[in-house]
């Protein structure tokens, strides 16, 4: 019996070293959140990422779809994991949308290639469903898709928020976009768990009504609709992380556009939040040291509202420094890209609301037409994406620590299970002799 048992625990320690070392498990589940965490396969996910919007636009034409698998292999390479996209383009060229309704379908197989293709390089998205600006069509596009159905009541693109036949154009795109399946997989968007989050709009903002209430009331709608229809998707409502009222001097130059960090991110639908970062654009005329400050000050106090009033995770969903810039230097950039992630890392290692960072914008070599000032071209190998891959590699550290740790717990559980069988088996045979 003594030398069964010492096989038994020899067993037990092979077992055990070999799921302590193994990596972490294969990334093709639904994230999740639990409390302020983003959960992947049962193990706290934190990510690295990038926006690329112009992603369907490109893929929906066939010869220029190796620009998307460009992107994806290049930001594989770094440690990216993350990108987000748009789900729409509303009238227009290359239109997704070209009517309330109806949809080009070459269009719609662009974006089944990006969902396909960063399924491939384990890349999770961000879909995005509508813009607030006129950019790809947007609020604008649909508010005069109305009018021209003599609905003449619409007096301005905030009537995108109230007027029950615009809403109805865009509850049917969401309701089309959730439910196509992918003429490549043959997977519904809704069962696809490539597909990391849905998001309501871009930068939402309503400046007719800057108490919030239109807003909110847009986004508890809206979030209801899509989580009736997707029950395994994240949701986050698209928010630049400007606050209402109660704190406003902690927006840019005390900026009032009619929406509340705190209040349209405690929506219960809303599973995450997101704050963008334009000190550049949000405090023009100010000098470069003074921006570095507020960023510093803005990200941390979204991390902080976001762990101890929302419990929620916070997503730092745009940031960047464009070229285009009075004395741009790359340097500067850099320092720009340190302090969001020096801010975001330092939340995740202790296992904060932090949970990553998507830098505006990533770009291929020979986009140039693409390029807003913003463009990082991973191939580069410039300063800029050394960091992109520094901080990478700090989150994946932390992935792999919690599932080391898991992995420890389950190999602890299985121990004791198994003793326990075992003296069971003993206290048997003993009472057999």
Known sequence: MKSCGLLFFALLLLQYHGVLFQQVEAEDGFVKTKGVQFMLNGIPYYANGFNAYWLMYMASDPSQRNLVSSAFQQASK????IARTWAFNDGGYRALQYSPGFYNEQSFQGLDFVVSEARKYGIKLVLSLVNSYENFGGRKQYVEWARSQGHQSINSEDDFFTNSVVKGYYKNHIKTVLTRRNSLTGVAYKDEPTIMAWELMNEPRCTSDPSGRTIQAWITEMASYLKSID???????GLEGFYGESKQQTNPKYFQVGTDF???NQIPGIDFATVHSYPDQWLTGS?????????SSWVNDHIQDAQNILHKPVLFAEFGRSLKESGYTTSQRDRIFNTVYSAIYSSARGGGAAVGGLFWQLLDEGMDSFQDGYGVVLSENSSTVVIIAEESERLIKIRKMYARLRNIEKWKRARDIRRAQWWSGNKVNDTGN
């Open 231 to 237: 029950g395994n998707h994240l949701l986050e409502a």
């Open 78 to 81: 770094k440690g990216l994991t």
């Open 262 to 264: 705190i209040a349209n």
């Open 287 to 295: 000098n470069y040291e003074d921006q570095v400050s507020f960023l």
